[in-house]
């Protein structure tokens, strides 16, 4: 990556940042951050930049996580990998997959850096297959202070440090558990009745072991796409009829009209995890984005009246809208992970850039979904307030406590930090 400071992904945002360095080693981050507290100036980690709101902007120094010394380091008896922060998942990917292991599970695009994914709470999807945070076996971050902190799972803090949005320190190594390497096999059913989600929810996201439905709501009463990873080891066959909806004939695109050929493969042909279980292609490499996008994770408990939601709003949300993915994301202890306590389903929708536009209409989909319980994704656009937010995330008061903790100088505060916290 280029050493400027630039934009986001989407190109909705200019960072604000005065300087940009992208230090190789943690003794390099322990010098940044010297500096940076002798001067009084703000820091904040920037991993792949695929954040649409000002979660990783500063006024200060930006912090590139891509030069990080990435080599990963397989421990074969523990399970688990160990890597440097800046790395992407799809490079990850590639080497685990190289040496016979795998990672349970990944979001849509294997091109987000580890550190950045985590520090949002970042997920694919499946019943039983945690977020990518809860795959966080360990962390190693530089704080404030300029020391070297190493947490793993079970320490104290460790439940506040994962999804730490970047609050706490520059993370710079991370360890990931990681299993024995298996194939998956896609499928992809069209124009599944929305009746028969709202009856059938358990069954249709447990069809495989990741589901996602995607949806224009053009037609209301439809859902356009259930795409079924399935794992050629484990899961029962794929079923010719998915609750009325068909098998497609040919390899489809989440969006509608749209060529598949950047999607990883369909038509259940068997491939490796790092192949399927994201939607589009390693060796893809996707330009600057059209799109915005927003995630609400609802309690799973509530899917069928979130989805009411929706349906009723469909008319003021489809004009907008490129499509809703919906994804399952089982219960985990991380504070500020969407899925933190109980089961959630991921409404994430992806955006036509008109944003003046579409953030008028967050702040009315979530005067009907916060209601529910529905936390906003943190590394996505979002209305809702700091009150709401402490509503959302029970542990958000506790985790500011460790943030001023770790950092007592507000080093790592930025203004979204500030509008989350509530000062
Ligand atoms: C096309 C696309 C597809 C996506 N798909 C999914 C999906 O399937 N599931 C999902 O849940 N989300 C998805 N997202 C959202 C994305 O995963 C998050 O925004 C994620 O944070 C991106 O990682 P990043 O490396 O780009 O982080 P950045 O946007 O660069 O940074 C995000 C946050 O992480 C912090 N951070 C980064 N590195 C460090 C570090 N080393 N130490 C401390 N803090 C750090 C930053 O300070 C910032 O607060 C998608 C986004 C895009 C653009």
Redesign the pocket.
Known sequence: MSLEIGT???GNLAFGAQRIVAPTTAREVQDVLADAASTGARV?????????NT??DTPGVLLA?SA?DSAPVIDEAARTVTVG??IRYGELGAELQRAGWALSNL???P???????I??????SGNRVP??AAAVAGLE?VTASGDIVTLRRGDADFDAAVV?????????RVTLDIEPTFDVAQHVYERLPLERVLENFDAISGAGYSVSMFTTWRDPDTVDQVWVKRRVDADAAAPTDMFGALPASVARHPLPGISAEFCTAQLGAPGAWIDRLPHFRLDFT?SN?D?L?T?YLVPRTRIGDALEVMRAMHERVAPLLQVNEIRTVPADDLWLSPAYGHDVV?L?LTWLPAQADVEVLLAELEERLLPLGARP????LFAADSAALHAAYPKLADFRGVAERYDPNSMFRND?VRRVFGA
């Open positions: 986001n992904w989407a904040r980690a920037v991993g792949s930049r695929h954040s649409f979660i990783a996580t990080l922060a800046g979001a849509s695009l091109h987000i850096s580890v550190a950045g994914a520090a949002t709470g970042t997920h694919g977020s990518l971050l730490s949005l970047g609050a706490l320190g520059i993370v710079t996707p984005g799109e996008q995630e991921g994430h994704h943190w590394g996505k979204f």
